[in-house]
Nanobody, 115 residues
Framework: VQLAESGGGLVQPGGSLRLSCVASGFTFSSYDMCWYRQAPEKERELVAT????????NYADSVKGRFTISRDNAKNTVYLQMNSLKPEDTAVYYC?????????WGQGTQVTVSS
């Protein structure tokens, strides 16, 4: 199983970024996918989840109305569209897949929101 995130960077408050995570090594369309983030000196937190067919999505209260998770099962890719970014969104963002009882993580992509 491999998960490869991309799309992070430095953005000003109020700006937007789109993260991507390309998955391989498992049947992507069979599993729910998640995005997590971890800010310095804080625990990793769940940001958004999407069911395997994309029919149901859930978000942390802190990002509701600003972030959108989506997926393209033909491309084995899950996305996180982040709008109206705030400094408190600064973190390393990780893609996650839970397959049976095993959690798999990508290497993470840094998002920094600063003027």
């Amino acid at each position: 199983v491999q998960l490869a995130e991309s799309g992070g960077g430095l953005v000003q408050p109020g700006g937007s970024l789109r993260l991507s995570c390309v998955a391989s090594g498992f049947t992507f369309s069979s599993y729910d996918m998640c995005w997590y983030r971890q800010a310095p000196e804080k625990e990793r937190e769940l940001v958004a989840t999407i069911t395997n067919a994309g029919g149901r999505r859930n978000y942390a209260d802190s990002v509701k109305g600003r972030f959108t998770i989506s997926r393209d099962n033909a491309k084995n890719t899950v996305y996180l569209q982040m709008n109206s970014l705030k400094p408190e969104d600064t973190a390393v963002y990780y893609c996650n897949a839970k397959i049976w009882t095993q959690n798999y993580w990508g290497q993470g992509t840094q998002v920094t929101v600063s003027s």
